[in-house]
Structures are given as structure tokens and as C-alpha cells.
């Protein structure tokens, strides 16, 4: 009763305290409404943000902008790795190199596993190659372990064990019409892998089949980026989280199921380079340089130079180039450079005019050298090769453009330099032992030690020495040879024009037998160098001359001889112009003496 006196009373107060409390319900659901873009319909793209009014009556107690910014549409980032996932998929030396695992073991676990690659061939010339011996041949030129190809394939297709042969078409996962069929496919994945190893950090991040970004972390490692890059373009996000773990249906368990190993283990310390040279030239005679190992980098890119052994830079030959090219007539006997077993002899489709010949040893201990664009094969495949034995003829097949050797050397997969790494003073530090795909390069030559590093106690008397005593003439300079600096003169035919002379001469610190060598610089003087530069050796026991072919020796160190030496300035090394051609260039650099 009370109650309701107090409201007939007071009800004009009541009635405006309500239509208050209803104004600021209205204001505040217009005032969201107004700060909220409209909900797209259902299908329907997102529309742009509803335009802000200039003012909004706030509350007082906050303060708004005059206007709200433009919204901005976010970066797409790749999406968290999640937690629980492996960092390594396979371990960097395992996705090189399988020791003694080639054709005719391929061949066996296909048969055994009832595989319908087992009976696959491909056209190849005017015959056909087998899937086993083509895996293994693309797996050789493309440094990487055939095993973990065959998981790759199994995870994509299932086809290691099982399989029917309408299916092999897409056996990588790789949808693209013209890399459909089994060989293009193989030929696909292994150089998609062996790009994505060697480019590790510098390629950008791929899209996944739905168009998100491929997760793919940056803390892995070379070789795991590589096949996460891979598998990236045959998979959506959901199957991608799938094949990257280490449970059912994914790589890793796929190469366990297959090989009963485990993929992400090491092979271990045991491989361990040479401790001695032991190649020999693998043909008779001498050949020109066209082309040498580029230690930044053989990673079939070009990066406007080549950086050879000296760690000189160079414009001349193939940039990116992973052997040394010898140009050599066709025909010419091709010869083991050390002995071993044939892993691969046969012809290669490389996509170029013709299939490429090549043979490849190994040499137990992880080495291997290959052997390509041969005319022809003359070592059958599993047999075992000595030294010096013929195992082809020089031809031009494959992508080359005209009859050479291109030698090929690896350690456990990996392309290495034979020639070792000499470095300069501009590049002190080999660049390819550095990279993730690289490896340390040695000197693998037999039958006379390496000039590079030079041992501590050997005797340098380079041309800008003051043990160098040149004619007074007008020489040439290039920026090139050793410590950076050579001289030239134009070859001469006669020795009654000859005005370029040159001595070498040491300050031995004992006596005894001493390897001599002398730099030849590799660089373009607009004219070819010579084949019979007369080099005139003093030493204990009189004169003895020798002519060395600066022509087809470039870049390198070439033997003089071992000879016998006093420790007095006696001695010497002497060198003219005359070599009995004309408009020849005729280098003029260092000259070392290596204590026996």
C-alpha cells in the first residue's frame, strides 16, 4: 500500500528516468551498430568497413579519434609449426648418399615388395631404360639418396609395394600436365629436391594445394626444407601436418616401414675424407681447361662469376659449373681414375637432344667419380675397374655443345673439388665447404703433392718478389695469378727479337731434393696462351729444360720436376718469350720450391 502511494506520488520522476535509461540503450546500440561493417551473406566475399562517422558522442570518461584507419589487410604468415613435430624429416648426410645402394639393389627390393616399378621402363634413344636404373641415374646426378625418393613415392602414390601400372602416371603427387608419366615425375621430385637443398634460405616460402603457406620452418635444416618443399606442392594444409610428423601416412614413417630405418639418424662419423691422394688423369696425354669447379657455387646457378680453386674470381668458362670440363677429340680412350666398382653405366635422359652417356665408380670410402657425355660405354655395370682401365670414349652427348670430359668427383654424395681449395687474399675461405650442400675439397691427385695449401717450409718467389728480376721491357699486367698479380708478354718465334726475360731465385734453406712448380694464371688476354712455354731449371746437377703447355695448365700449379738443390743463389729458374709461336700469351708469376 505503501508502495504503491510512493509511486502515484512520484510517478512524473519515475517516467523520466526510464525514457533516459531508453535514449542511452538506443545510442548504444546504434553506436555499435555503427562501428560494426555489416555481416557479409553467407558465400558472400567480405565486404569493406561501414564508414565511421566524424563524431560519436562518446561517454565522457573516453576519448575516440576523429576517425577510425583504414583497415589493412594482414600479411600472410606461414602458420605456427605445431608443437610435437619433428625439426629433421631425414638427416642431412643420409639425404645425399646410401653406400652401395644402385640398380641392381633397387631392382631387388622393388621385385621383393611385389612393386609395379619393379617392371616399369621408359623409351629412352632407340631403346628403353629401366625405372630402377633411371632412379638411380637421376639420384647420382642430382647428389641424392635413391631411398629417399622411393619413400617420397610411396607416401605420394603407394606404389613401392604395390601398385598397378595405370597408376604410376602422378607417382610423386606432382598434378602438372607436362610433368605427367613416371620418368617426368622422377625427373621433377629429384630436381625440385636437389634445388630446394642447395637454395636452402634463399627460395621463397611455397603455397600448399588449398593456397595457404607452406609451414615450413626456418630451424631446419637443408635437407628436411628440401622435401617439406616438395610435398608442399602435392598437399593441403591437413594431409601437409600428416606427411611432416612421424606418425602413420608420413615420410618418416614411410622410410621406416620401407628400410627399417630411421631416416633422421645419421650415417655416422666412419666416412671420413681421404687421407691421401689417389686419382690419376683419366685419359693419356694433356687437354685443355674449358671449364672448372666453381666454389660459389656449383648449384646449377649462375651468380655472374666463377670462383675455381686459386679462389681467384674468373669471367671465362661455366658459371655454377660442378666438375671440370676437358675438351678432348671424339673417340679419345676415357680411362678409371682410380679403381673401383662400375655403379652406373648407361645413357641418361637429361631432357636435352640426346640421351647423355656416363659412367660413375665408386670408390669405396664415399668417393665416387663420374664420368659424362661419353660416346660410348665399356665397363659393364657392377663389375670392378683398375686404374687406367678404359671405361668409355669422349663423346658430346646429353647438354653438351660440342666432344669433352666432364669429371665429376663426390664424397658422400656431394660435389668436391679434386683440385682442393688454394683460397687468395681476397677469398681466404672455401665458399662451398661453408654451404649446407657443400663439402670440404682436398687434393685428390696422386703422383705429385699438392702445391696448395703450400707446406710452411716451402720457398715462394713470386713475380712480385724481390728474388723476381725481369728484363727491362714493357711488360704486361693482369689482376690475376698468384698474390693477385702476373706478367705477360707476347709469345716470339725467334730468339734474336726476344726482349722479355725473367729469373727466379730462391733462398733455399737447406740442401736436398725440392718439387718445383710454376703458377699459371687463368684470364683473358684477347689471345691463347702458349703450349711451349721453355722454362730453364738450374740446379746441383747443371740445366735441364722444360717446356710446360701454359695453354691447357690455366688456373693451376704446374710440375717442373723434383730435382736436386744447393743452398746458395746459384740457382735458379729462367724463363723468355720465345716458345717458337706467334701472338701467344706467355705468363710470368710464381715459382715454388717444396722440400721433399
Given at each position: 500500500m505503501n508502495v504503491l502511494m510512493v509511486v502515484q506520488r512520484r510517478w512524473p520522476l519515475i517516467l523520466l528516468i526510464a525514457?533516459?535509461?531508453?535514449?542511452?540503450?538506443?545510442?548504444?546500440?546504434?553506436?555499435?551498430?555503427?562501428?560494426?561493417?555489416?555481416?557479409?551473406?553467407?558465400?558472400?566475399?567480405?565486404?569493406?568497413?561501414?564508414?565511421?562517422?566524424?563524431?560519436?558522442?562518446?561517454?565522457?570518461?573516453?576519448v575516440y579519434p576523429t576517425a577510425l584507419p583504414t583497415p589493412v589487410p594482414p600479411t600472410p604468415t606461414a602458420p605456427p609449426r605445431p608443437a610435437g613435430l619433428p625439426e629433421t624429416l631425414v638427416a642431412a648426410d643420409r639425404f645425399t648418399f646410401e653406400p652401395d645402394y644402385y640398380a641392381a639393389e633397387v631392382q631387388a627390393f622393388l621385385e621383393a615388395r611385389g612393386s609395379v616399378l619393379a617392371q616399369a621402363t621408359f623409351p629412352l634413344g632407340a631403346g628403353e631404360d629401366t625405372f630402377a636404373h633411371a632412379l638411380v641415374g637421376h639420384c647420382i646426378r642430382y647428389s641424392l639418396n635413391p631411398k629417399v625418393l622411393l619413400a617420397l613415392i610411396e607416401v605420394e602414390s603407394g606404389l613401392v609395394r604395390g601398385g598397378a601400372a595405370g597408376e604410376t602416371q602422378w607417382a610423386l603427387g606432382y598434378r602438372d600436365a607436362k610433368w605427367q608419366g613416371l620418368e617426368l615425375q622422377l625427373q621433377?621430385?629429384?630436381?625440385?629436391?636437389?634445388?630446394?637443398?642447395?637454395?636452402?634460405?634463399?627460395?621463397?616460402?611455397?603455397?600448399?594445394?588449398?593456397?595457404?603457406?607452406?609451414?615450413?620452418?626456418?630451424?631446419?635444416?637443408a635437407a628436411t626444407q628440401s622435401i617439406l618443399r616438395l610435398l608442399s606442392y602435392t598437399?593441403?594444409?591437413?594431409?601437409?601436418?600428416?606427411?611432416?610428423?612421424?606418425?602413420?601416412?608420413?615420410?618418416?614413417?614411410?622410410?621406416?616401414?620401407?628400410?627399417?630405418?630411421?631416416?633422421?639418424?645419421?650415417?655416422?662419423?666412419?666416412?671420413?675424407?681421404?687421407?691421401?691422394?689417389?686419382?690419376?688423369?683419366?685419359?693419356l696425354g694433356a687437354a685443355l681447361v674449358t671449364s672448372y669447379f666453381d666454389h660459389e657455387y656449383p648449384t646449377f646457378r649462375s651468380n655472374g662469376t666463377i670462383l675455381p680453386y686459386s679462389g681467384e674470381r674468373g669471367y671465362q668458362s661455366y658459371d655454377g659449373h660442378d666438375g671440370w670440363d676437358y675438351a678432348l677429340a671424339a673417340g679419345t680412350p676415357v680411362q678409371a681414375a682410380a679403381a673401383g666398382r662400375v655403379a652406373?653405366?648407361?645413357?641418361?635422359?637429361?631432357?636435352?637432344?640426346?640421351?647423355?652417356?656416363?659412367?660413375?665408380?665408386?670408390?669405396?670410402?664415399?668417393?665416387?667419380?663420374l664420368y659424362w657425355h661419353l660416346q660410348t660405354i665399356a665397363a659393364p655395370e657392377g663389375t670392378a675397374v683398375a686404374a687406367g682401365e678404359t671405361i668409355g670414349t669422349v663423346g658430346s652427348t646429353g647438354c653438351s655443345t660440342g666432344p669433352h670430359l666432364h669429371l665429376s668427383v663426390e664424397f658422400l654424395g656431394r660435389d668436391t673439388d679434386p683440385y682442393g681449395w688454394c683460397g687468395s687474399l681476397d677469398v681466404p675461405d672455401d665458399p662451398w665447404a661453408a654451404h649446407p650442400a657443400g663439402t670440404k675439397s682436398l687434393w685428390l691427385w696422386q703422383g705429385f703433392p699438392s702445391p696448395c695449401p703450400l707446406p710452411a717450409a716451402a720457398v715462394v718467389v713470386d713475380d712480385q718478389d724481390p728474388r723476381f728480376a725481369p728484363s727491362p721491357a714493357l711488360w704486361y699486367e693482369a689482376p690475376v695469378g698468384h698474390a693477385g698479380h702476373a706478367f705477360w708478354s707476347p709469345s716470339a718465334a725467334n730468339a734474336h727479337v726476344s726482349t722479355h726475360r725473367a729469373v727466379w731465385r730462391p733462398e733455399l734453406p737447406a740442401t736436398g731434393y725440392y718439387f718445383l712448380y710454376a703458377y699459371v694464371p687463368w684470364y683473358d688476354t684477347g689471345r691463347p696462351d702458349t703450349t711451349q712455354a721453355r722454362y730453364q731449371v738450374r740446379h746441383a746437377s747443371g740445366e735441364t729444360a722444360v717446356t710446360v703447355d701454359q695453354a691447357h695448365n690455366t688456373g693451376l700449379w704446374v710440375p717442373l720436376g723434383e730435382f736436386y738443390f744447393n743452398a746458395n743463389d746459384k740457382e735458379y729458374v729462367y724463363l723468355d718469350e720465345v716458345t717458337g709461336e706467334e701472338n701467344r700469351t706467355v705468363w710470368f708469376d710464381a715459382v715454388v720450391w717444396v722440400k721433399k
Open positions: 525514457l533516459n535509461l531508453g535514449a542511452a540503450l538506443f545510442v548504444g546500440v546504434d553506436l555499435n551498430r555503427r562501428l560494426r561493417a555489416p555481416a557479409a551473406p553467407q558465400g558472400a566475399a567480405e565486404p569493406s568497413p561501414a564508414p565511421v562517422p566524424t563524431m560519436i558522442p562518446p561517454p565522457t570518461a573516453l621433377w621430385a629429384a630436381y625440385t629436391l636437389a634445388d630446394g637443398f642447395r637454395q636452402a634460405g634463399a627460395k621463397e616460402t611455397p603455397l600448399l594445394t588449398d593456397g595457404t603457406l607452406a609451414p615450413i620452418p626456418g630451424e631446419a635444416d598437399a593441403d594444409a591437413e594431409r601437409f601436418a600428416v606427411l611432416r610428423s612421424d606418425g602413420p601416412g608420413s615420410f618418416v614413417a614411410a622410410y621406416q616401414e620401407l628400410f627399417g630405418e630411421d631416416p633422421r639418424l645419421p650415417l655416422g662419423d666412419s666416412w671420413e675424407p681421404a687421407r691421401r691422394p689417389f686419382l690419376q688423369m683419366p685419359f652406373f653405366a648407361g645413357f641418361l635422359d637429361t631432357l636435352c637432344a640426346t640421351p647423355a652417356g656416363l659412367v660413375v665408380l665408386d670408390h669405396g670410402g664415399g668417393y665416387r667419380t
